[in-house]
């Protein structure tokens, strides 16, 4: 009990900083700032970097079940997914990520395993390659690295991971926003590789709100297609900070059983 009242206390701490700052800062962000665009909730890639000179913060909690049954179950809770994204130059941007992982696992007819800790340190960097200009859309290139022997030893591996990801968007109307990616994930060499995309629908509900729908997956080597679908909401509760709640379910056999998300994201004033 004391933990809970402890842990609500720095939370509702935190928003009132925040929400502190902002009363400040509104006005200034309203004139000064483009509008916030977040690499999150869904699994699409915007085609947009963070403003020079800025530091943006995008965390969340996720909960996945990739299966359960009466004698196996696997859960993987994620406590504070978050990516923080700094503008270098007004086309490239820097990002950092990393997150808490607690992996729930039972097989049929095995030990149950418990296992907690940080997840493997990953950095990159986006660039921005075409403006959009009439059906040509705006296009970046996200590349980022996986530190080996980094985070707990159930998750991490001695081997670089590597990504690359072309990320696509298309202004369809006022309200309407086609986003998607197309990229290669492999570890050690490309004989092990995963072919990934995304595909996203966004729309804005009102001022503040927004909604989209999302279908995604991936390919490696013989295995079956990985598909998923996903749907979420966005409130952007002032010009620079936004909540989300988002969840998802697999498509195919071999796919997770489903997820729920919620996370913010907040680029910090000048």
């Known amino acids: 009990m004391s933990i809970y009242l402890t842990t609500r206390k720095v939370a509702l701490l935190i928003i009132a900083l925040i929400g502190f700052v902002q009363l400040h800062a509104q006005d200034e962000l309203a004139q000064e700032e483009p509008p916030l ?48 994204r700094y503008g270098l130059f007004d086309f490239m941007e820097f990002r950092l990520g990393s997150d808490m992982l607690s992996n729930r696992q039972k097989l049929p007819a095995g030990v149950p395993r418990d296992d907690f800790g940080v997840s493997p340190i990953g950095f990159g960097f986006k660039f921005a390659l075409v403006k959009e200009k009439g059906l040509i859309p705006e296009i970046a290139l996200i590349t980022s690295w996986q530190i080996p022997n980094t985070g707990n030893m159930a998750y991490s591996s001695d081997k670089w991971q590597h990504s690359f990801v072309f990320a696509f968007a298309h202004t369809l109307s006022e309200r309407w926003g086609l986003g998607y990616n197309l990229g290669y994930e492999f570890e050690g060499s490309f004989d092990v590789s995963a072919f990934k995309y995304t595909l996203a629908g966004g729309y804005s509900i009102a001022e503040r709100w927004g909604a989209y729908i999302e279908l995604y997956g991936s390919k490696v080597s013989t295995i079956p297609w990985d598909l998923r679908s996903d749907a979420g909401i966005t409130f952007l509760l002032f010009p620079n900070f936004q909540l989300d709640f988002s969840g998802g379910v697999g498509l195919t056999e071999i796919s997770h059983a489903g997820f729920i998300s919620a996370g913010l994201s907040w680029r910090i004033p000048r």
């Open 37 to 84: 665009v977040t690499d999150r909730p869904d699994q699409t890639e915007s085609a947009l970097v963070i403003p020079a000179w800025r530091l943006q913060i995008e965390t969340g909690l996720s909960k996945e079940w990739v299966s359960s049954g009466t004698d196996s179950y696997d859960e993987k809770t994620r406590f504070g997914t978050t990516l923080l």
